[in-house]
Nanobody, 124 residues
Framework: QVQLVESGGGLVQAGGSLGLSCVAS????????LGWFRQAPGKEREFVAA????????YYADSVKGRFTISIDNAKNTVYLQMNSLKPEDTAVYYC?????????????????WGQGTQVTASS
């Protein structure tokens, strides 16, 4: 059973930066994809970015391209999300999860083993 724990959220002014971490425990198959999603109050959970466990493929939502970077450290079983040029609309709880279906990396129902989430707030 894979378990994921996110950390690194906080409060930052618009235009600032934050880095999130997601530590995975349990057995991770090389073909897994790890994804970051976010959910703002009253809104649906939305895709942010994803990365193959091997680190050779990355996927981004259009809203974060050029501002956010996803990366992975296999030795530490950790996936990172570096967020730059944060906007108030980036404010949400950020979650990481595992996609085992090798498909639809932007589709939340294809993910499992969700972490508890970490709050990110970008104030205007």
């Amino acid at each position: 059973q894979v378990q994921l724990v996110e950390s690194g959220g906080g409060l930052v002014q618009a235009g600032g930066s934050l880095g999130l971490s997601c530590v995975a425990s349990g057995y991770i198959f090389s073909w897994y994809v790890l994804g970051w999603f976010r959910q703002a109050p009253g809104k649906e959970r939305e895709f942010v970015a994803a990365i193959s466990w091997s680190g050779d493929k990355t996927y981004y939502a259009d809203s974060v391209k050029g501002r956010f970077t996803i990366s992975i450290d296999n030795a530490k079983n950790t996936v990172y999300l570096q967020m730059n040029s944060l906007k108030p609309e980036d404010t949400a709880v950020y979650y990481c999860a595992v996609n085992r279906k090798r498909d639809r990396y932007e589709f939340a129902p294809f993910y499992a083993n969700w972490g508890q989430g970490t709050q990110v707030t970008a104030s205007s």
